[in-house]
């Protein structure tokens, strides 16, 4: 039965779908509410739809996340703003129950329509809520309720929000540690809405009951919301308040806690500024970075180059470095990974001569490291320290070792290295590329693995474009071309692959005089499959040669081809000839 024909879709036959044993009938409803909305009419909706909605007990977590979901934005269908606290009551039971992705969309809900609804409506419905749900007997009622307190604040007049305020402090104190969490995890946000004069009065002695929490899953919360306090306070009262906090954090006898710090290290330090991160935060960190557990040491090292961008140069070498130094050797690939993702980046903080007496050597470690995305990391930012140490060192460090990677024995690592490849002759320039790095590209062509051979073809056309059709001509497309009488039929069909990328590159008359004969040559094949392929090449080449080339050369090989006894090939030749017809009648 369609819906927009029926002027009133009768609530009963939602009923009946709602009540059905079948979810995705159920599901199907929910998904068309808005639509079962506009024929019932705004008001009939705030009258029926919405307190069926309220009583609807459906025990499904699917159905249940699919009404939150809608009903965030059902305001248009119960007659505007005006109205939106008629959506309250639906949403306010969705926030009690006990599937936690249903409750947060609930509230994600709830948020979304609060802060569209008047501040006149907020007092009287939206608040009286949050107090409901703070106060509920169970804990995913007072749960829910930490996530509206800031929209709910907003609009609250002074001794409501006195009042609010009290009610967070005991929701931060909750028997259930569940409570606790969800306080701790929505502070920052609370926090952001409260009068600057209450930060010191209220909010932190909230921050500090959860900092001090026996659940180590309250504190690793309470550490995310030290950066977004941080962000608030004054940075006398965050260096005050907020510093020993995270001091004594990184010290916690849970790592996860630590591993927390490590990750928001970075946030506290552009709060507290840089004079309090030199005295405090700086031997916190080199804990962090010496932590007994991987995890945290992996978090560490990954801000390293943040961390000092922070600090003078000075005290990166004096502190940093030796914990650098100690990473680049791990025991843990995880922790060299991370470290040679972003070391590149110290570079340009330490200057030219830390770089290459200090950094160098531990980029030539992290280069040679048996772990594949540890090399790999270092590789893909070798531009940064191109800029600092220059071209003539980094290609005598480094070139035994891209010249390692380019045939190691994970295709993946020889993979990154040919994406590379365009970018190294760029900064190396020409001379050098001639030398070293040609043969290697050529080697690439014949890979075994397809995805290498197919990079190694597209490497080929950059690296044309980078030096030009001239240099080209003199150093590419003849080891290329000598490549098509390869007896592998695979490797010629990549050498076919590489002509039609270099063709546009190379221009109508390199393209006429060398790459189409061997086209030509190629669609005389004894393989189908490079037949076919050869088809595709030239109906390519149409556009870049002249139309007296399609008609002398292009055009009787397709013809030949468009009789081949196999299927494919004259599918591909006639879909080509179709090609040739369009350019020649259009001439």
Excluded at 58 to 84: K, Q, R, S, W
Excluded at 218 to 240: F, N, T, W
Aim: charged fraction near 25%.
């Amino acid at each position: 039965m369609s819906m927009i024909d029926e002027p009133l879709y009768p609530i009963a036959v939602l009923i009946d779908e709602l009540k059905n044993e079948d979810i995705q009938l159920r599901l199907n409803s929910i998904r068309r509410l808005s639509t079962i909305a506009r024929a019932l009419g705004e008001a009939r909706t705030r009258k029926e739809l919405i307190p069926f909605l309220s009583e609807n007990n459906d025990d499904d977590d699917e159905v249940l996340l699919a009404m939150a979901e809608e009903l965030g934005v059902f305001i248009p269908y119960v007659g505007g703003v005006e109205y939106a606290s008629a959506l309250l009551p639906p949403l306010e039971g969705l926030c009690t129950v006990e599937e936690t992705c249903v409750r947060e969309k609930a509230v994600e809900s709830l948020c979304r329509i609060g802060s569209q609804m008047k501040e006149n409506d907020v007092i009287e419905s939206f608040i009286p809520l949050v107090k409901r749900l703070a106060a509920g007997e169970w804990f995913t009622a007072r749960v829910s309720s930490c996530g509206l307190f800031h929209i709910a604040y907003a609009s609250a007049l002074e001794p409501l929000k006195n009042e609010l305020r009290t009610i967070y402090s005991q929701l931060c104190q909750d028997d259930m540690p569940m409570v606790r969490r969800a306080a701790a995890t929505n502070l920052g946000k609370f926090a952001a809405t409260v009068e600057r004069s209450h930060l010191k009065t209220d909010i932190i002695p909230m921050f500090e009951d959860l900092t001090q929490d026996d659940q180590d899953s309250v504190r690793l919360l309470a550490v995310e919301s030290c950066a977004a306090l941080g962000k608030l306070l004054e940075p006398q009262d965050c260096v005050a308040q907020i510093l020993p906090v995270i001091v004594n954090f990184s010290q916690d006898k849970s790592w996860r806690v630590r591993y927390m710090v490590a990750n928001q290290l970075y946030e506290v330090c552009e709060a507290v500024g840089p004079e309090a991160t030199r005295m405090d935060l700086v031997p916190a960190y080199v804990r962090l970075l010496r932590d007994n557990e991987a995890e945290v040491r992996i978090a560490a090292a990954g801000k390293v180059t943040k961390f000092c961008r922070i600090l003078s140069p000075e005290l990166s070498v004096q502190h940093i470095l030796p914990c650098v130094k100690e990473l680049s050797s791990d025991s843990s690939q995880h922790v060299r990974s991370a470290l040679a993702s972003v070391i590149m980046g110290m570079a340009p903080v330490l200057g030219k001569d830390t770089t290459i007496e200090q950094l160098l050597p531990i980029f030539l470690s992290l280069l040679k490291d048996e772990f594949p995305d540890v090399r790999l990391n270092i590789i893909s930012k070798l531009d940064q320290v191109n800029q600092v140490v220059g071209i003539d060192l980094l290609s005598q460090s480094l070139l035994p070792a891209i010249v390692e990677l380019a045939e190691d024995r994970h295709w993946r690592v020889r993979l990154a290295i040919i994406e590379y490849i365009p970018l190294l002759a760029s900064q190396l320039g020409v001379g050098f590329f001639n030398d070293k790095l040609g043969a290697l590209c050529m080697q690439w062509l014949k890979d075994k693995v397809y995805s290498i051979r197919d990079a190694a073809a597209n490497n080929v056309k950059r690296l044309a474009e980078e030096f030009g059709p001239e240099w080209a001509m003199q150093h590419i497309v003849p080891q290329v071309l000598d490549m098509i009488n390869d007896p592998h039929y695979l490797y010629r069909m990549t050498i076919l692959y590489a002509v039609s990328l270099l063709a546009p590159v190379m221009g109508s008359e390199i393209t006429c005089s060398k790459l189409l004969p061997v086209v030509i040559t190629a669609s005389k094949d004894r393989v189908p499959n490079i037949k076919f392929n050869a088809a595709k090449v030239l109906q390519s080449l149409i556009p870049i040669v002249d139309v007296s080339v399609v008609e002398k050369s292009i055009r009787p090989c397709l013809v030949e081809l468009s009789e081949d006894p196999d299927v494919d090939v004259r599918f591909y030749a006639n879909k080509a000839l179709q090609a040739t017809n369009q350019v020649m009648m259009s001439s």
